[in-house]
């Protein structure tokens, strides 16, 4: 968003720091991505001093403790682990949680401390234990439980019905490539359309099937994917569906693609801005539902076209993950949005 309205060399210098701290705040990191976090947040401590107070000693106040913190961080994810578990919001959310539990009012930071401690003991018996934890997440009514965290919710359409042409020669593609081309042939092009996917992350991948008819909605179709250890590529899905061959069943989804990022960018930002064109009819694929690995916003890219503005810039769009998925999931938190869902 900064682009085109920083100039270039402070913003470079802000994109270091954000990628940096993003790759720390991960669930799970590798120790390439901490070297990789390490290198980017030392350059961008560095660059501080020099974009800023010119490493004089007489501005030194101007330089807050945490720009010389950040260089740490990657040291010390290594030794504590990832900071997303012992975080500022993470501490001000088990506050607040601790908060609400107090009912001694006379005495409230003596039932605050007790209640603190049996959270510990219950914490540390489940650790031991995993089988002691209670199951919360119910499977919904007519929903399908695929496994490995991943559950096919409604809505579902009320019978099978016939698909677009671009629809059919992506899913005749994806059959011929699966099971080969007899299958593809036989294939008939209809399908019972799904609204909904559950991802482990906690997160609802919807469908423009179900959203394309609501208003004032916040979109929640686009998602990340990344397949055999391929790319990481985003789409928007359309529906998902369950394809049946000789017997066996495939829960995948028919999804719009969109274009790679532009690399330019993409590189000037350390990987933080990623844009990129709507592909829309003509990029329409099947995928396995997974594959899906997030839940992503997709937004309208107005700031490209001050780069470029030769048609790459009509139907851009640029990504937005949610910061850290993993904290949701670790309290225990389903998506909010579906209070909506029929």
Same mark, same amino acid.
């Given at each position: 968003?900064?682009?085109?309205?920083?100039?270039?060399?402070?913003?470079?210098?802000?994109?270091?720091?954000?990628?940096?701290?993003?790759?720390?705040?991960?669930?799970?990191?590798?120790?390439?991505?901490?070297?990789?976090?390490?290198?980017?947040?030392?350059?961008?401590?560095?660059?501080?001093?020099?974009?800023?107070?010119?490493?004089?000693?007489?501005?030194?106040?101007?330089?807050?403790?945490?720009?010389?913190?950040?260089?740490?961080?990657?040291?010390?994810?290594?030794?504590?682990?990832?900071? =997303?578990?012992?975080?500022?919001?993470?501490?001000?959310?088990?506050?607040?949680?601790?908060?609400?539990?107090?009912?001694?009012?006379?005495?409230?930071?003596?039932?605050?401390?007790?209640?603190?401690?049996?959270?510990?003991?219950? =914490?540390?018996?489940?650790?031991?234990?995993?089988?002691?934890?209670?199951?919360?997440?119910?499977?919904?009514?007519?929903?399908?439980?695929?496994?490995?965290?991943?559950?096919?919710?409604?809505?579902?359409?009320?019978?099978?019905?016939?698909?677009?042409?671009?629809?059919?020669?992506?899913?005749?593609?994806?059959?011929?490539?699966?099971?080969?081309?007899?299958?593809?042939?036989?294939?008939?092009?209809?399908?019972?359309?799904?609204?909904?996917?559950?991802?482990?992350?906690?997160?609802?991948?919807?469908?423009?099937?179900?959203?394309?008819?609501?208003?004032?909605?916040?979109?929640?179709?686009?998602?990340?994917?990344?397949?055999?250890?391929?790319?990481?590529?985003?789409?928007?899905?359309?529906?998902?569906?369950?394809?049946?061959?000789?017997?066996?069943?495939?829960?995948?989804?028919?999804?719009?693609?969109?274009?790679?990022?532009?690399?330019?960018?993409? =590189?000037?930002?350390?990987?933080?801005?990623?844009?990129?064109?709507?592909?829309?009819?003509?990029?329409?694929?099947?995928? =396995?539902?997974?594959?899906?690995?997030?839940?992503?916003?997709?937004?309208?890219?107005?700031?490209?076209?001050?780069?470029?503005?030769?048609?790459?810039?009509?139907?851009?769009?640029?990504?937005?993950?949610?910061?850290?998925?993993?904290?949701?999931?670790?309290?225990?938190?389903?998506?909010?949005?579906?209070?909506?869902?029929?």
């Amino acid at each position: 968003m900064l682009y085109g309205i920083l100039p270039q060399k402070y913003y470079v210098h802000y994109c270091k720091g954000v990628r940096g701290v993003r790759l720390l705040l991960q669930d799970e990191i590798t120790p390439a991505e901490l070297i990789e976090a390490h290198v980017f947040i030392s350059q961008f401590s560095d660059e501080f001093e020099l974009l800023y107070v010119q490493r004089r000693a007489d501005r030194l106040h101007f330089v807050r403790p945490i720009i010389h913190t950040l260089s740490h961080m990657a040291g010390e994810t290594a030794r504590k682990g990832p900071g =997303n578990i012992y975080s500022q919001w993470a501490m001000e959310r088990t506050i607040g949680n601790l908060g609400q539990e107090i009912w001694q009012h006379s005495n409230p930071y003596a039932n605050l401390s007790e209640c603190a401690l049996q959270r510990c003991q219950v =914490n540390a018996l489940m650790a031991v234990i995993p089988e002691l934890a209670p199951k919360h997440d119910k499977l919904p009514r007519g929903a399908i439980d695929l496994g490995d965290g991943f559950r096919l919710l409604g809505a579902q359409d009320s019978c099978s019905r016939s698909v677009r042409p671009c629809e059919e020669a992506a899913i005749r593609t994806y059959i011929e490539e699966e099971f080969g081309d007899d299958a593809a042939e036989a294939w008939y092009p209809s399908v019972v359309r799904w609204a909904r996917a559950r991802l482990p992350t906690g997160q609802t991948a919807r469908s423009f099937w179900k959203e394309e008819h609501k208003i004032d909605l916040r979109t929640s179709r686009a998602i990340k994917i990344q397949a055999d250890d391929g790319p990481i590529k985003i789409a928007e899905v359309l529906y998902f569906f369950i394809l049946t061959i000789d017997d066996e069943l495939r829960y995948v989804a028919v999804a719009s693609f969109y274009g790679p990022p532009d690399p330019y960018l993409h =590189n000037l930002s350390s990987k933080t801005y990623w844009s990129s064109q709507h592909l829309r009819d003509t990029g329409i694929r099947v995928v =396995n539902i997974k594959d899906i690995l997030a839940v992503v916003m997709m937004g309208i890219d107005d700031q490209y076209a001050l780069y470029r503005s030769d048609g790459s810039e009509v139907d851009r769009w640029f990504l937005k993950e949610q910061f850290s998925l993993p904290q949701a999931d670790s309290t225990g938190s389903e998506d909010p949005m579906d209070v909506y869902d029929d």
